[in-house]
């Protein structure tokens, strides 16, 4: 009995050591985002979450897949609460019911995936690059931005590259989230639509007072 | 017999007195008065990690952390400070001159936050610990009737860290500190791999810790 417990025991060992070892890594991003801090502009957009996004995991290379569409829905909803105060999230254009918004429609056009191995360097790295469609209401394009995110992560003696890699990933979405806040309003298309938008508001808000001087 | 034996413990202490660290610290400080903490006051501890090829790991962090807590300096754990004012101190957001900073706390909602949690100063640590030289060559075998590993191998490693205070209140920069270490680990391989590890990091964490603790003093609590 006692030599079928310590074979067990050593078959543990032996498939955990080669478990850590494995050049493969299959990693669900389940961690939440702190809440941005950033005051948020009074204007309306709507982001479209498509479930191709929001759903999406990514094959950088043969050896790893990363499920990130939960995540990257997580940290985009708070990045954005921090740059716009009217928010809607929708899975389609179709849904959207607010008026006068910004359309946002986030989409990933690459994850890439760099092991110690790879960089010859002691980090793991994960490059996210997304892109953000930006379209009036009416459907009119105002942008296309391509808005990429990095993160790295140190190699750890005996840590697994899993882990490793999980851990670059999260930093990466961060990044994402600190670009957002950082970079958005800086896009000279994006200001263009900011200035029209704060405009329209300020003759609508005179209107009904140029309308109760007429009126009797 | 006794001149083996007296060859073994020469030997022996000759590769442990070579597992050692050499720590080298420098200091700089605009004055030689300690930089006085309230009681109720808080340091923070933050890695630096926007280069290229390192990233200045955690554990160092909370080491460092660790040594200041010990002299009765409250220590605000890195993470939460970056998560309670997210995204301002992400790698690429972070402020690399006090002129950076100076426009990041004229941010009302910032600068609320860091009073919300009496963080008085902030410690910029930037380093690493990289394996200069390696030499020898151990192999390693399993068989039916065992196994063992035989050889001998050495390493050097050296660790370089540097850490800046930064005055959140007065936002000017308090002083500098620069720590190396370096020292050469041993495996030697007698069947059974023997290490003898040079504790480079512990010894510039501790280095570091211990003079970092110096710069400050405790006042009490202010009513």
């Known amino acids: 009995m006692l030599t079928i417990t310590m074979k067990s025991f050593a078959a543990l060992i032996v498939l955990s050591i080669l478990g850590g070892c494995s050049s493969s890594a299959s990693v669900q991003l389940t961690s939440d985002f702190p809440k941005v801090l950033a005051k948020p502009k009074a204007l309306s957009a709507a982001v479209v979450f498509e479930p191709s996004f929001a759903t999406y995991i990514a094959k950088p290379n043969t050896k790893t897949v990363i499920d990130m569409g939960a995540a990257q829905v997580r940290l985009l909803r708070n990045a954005f609460t921090g740059l716009f105060g009217r928010l809607e999230f929708v899975g389609s254009r179709e849904e959207i019911t607010i008026d006068n918004a910004m359309v946002i429609i986030p989409s990933v056009r690459e994850v890439q995936v760099s092991t110690p191995s790879e960089n010859y360097q002691n980090v793991f790295e994960v490059w996210i690059k997304y892109n953000l469609d930006l379209e009036s209401t009416a459907g009119e394009s105002i942008d296309s931005w391509f808005m990429p995110a990095y993160g790295k992560t140190p190699d750890a003696f005996m840590a697994s590259k899993s882990a490793a890699i999980e851990q670059a990933a999260i930093i990466a979405l961060r990044d994402a989230g600190a670009k957002l806040i950082l970079d958005f309003y800086r896009i000279p298309s994006v200001n263009n639509w900011v200035t029209e938008e704060q405009e329209r508001v300020r003759q609508v808000n005179i209107k009904p007072k140029d309308n109760a001087e007429v009126s009797p | ?223």
């Open chain 2, 1 to 223: 017999m006794r001149p083996t034996k007296r060859l073994i413990s020469v030997l022996f202490s000759a590769v442990l007195a070579g597992c050692s660290a050499t720590t080298t610290i420098d200091e700089y400080r605009p004055t030689s008065e300690a930089i006085e903490l309230n009681a109720d006051e808080q340091v923070v501890i933050l890695g630096r990690r926007d280069a290229g090829h390192y990233e200045t790991d955690r554990e160092f962090i909370s080491c460092v952390a660790s040594k200041m807590r010990g002299a009765d300096i409250g220590v605000l754990p890195e993470q939460e400070f970056i998560d309670a004012i997210y995204p301002w101190f992400e790698p690429r957001t972070a402020p690399k001159g006090l002129s950076r900073l100076k426009r990041l706390m004229q941010d009302t909602s910032i600068k609320a936050e860091v009073d919300k949690r009496a963080v008085r100063y902030l410690v910029w640590l930037d380093g690493s610990t990289e394996t200069l030289d390696s030499n020898g060559s151990m192999s390693c075998a399993v068989g039916p009737g065992g196994g063992g590993c035989f050889g001998f191998a050495q390493w050097d490693k050296l660790s370089v860290y540097e850490a800046i205070v930064w005055d959140l209140q007065d936002l000017t920069e308090k002083g500098r500190l620069r720590v190396d270490s370096e020292g050469t680990s041993y495996l030697i391989g007698a069947v059974a791999p023997i290490p003898f590890l040079s504790p480079v990091k512990d010894d510039a964490c501790a280095s570091l810790g211990n003079q970092l603790k110096s710069f400050f003093s405790i006042t009490p609590a202010t009513q």
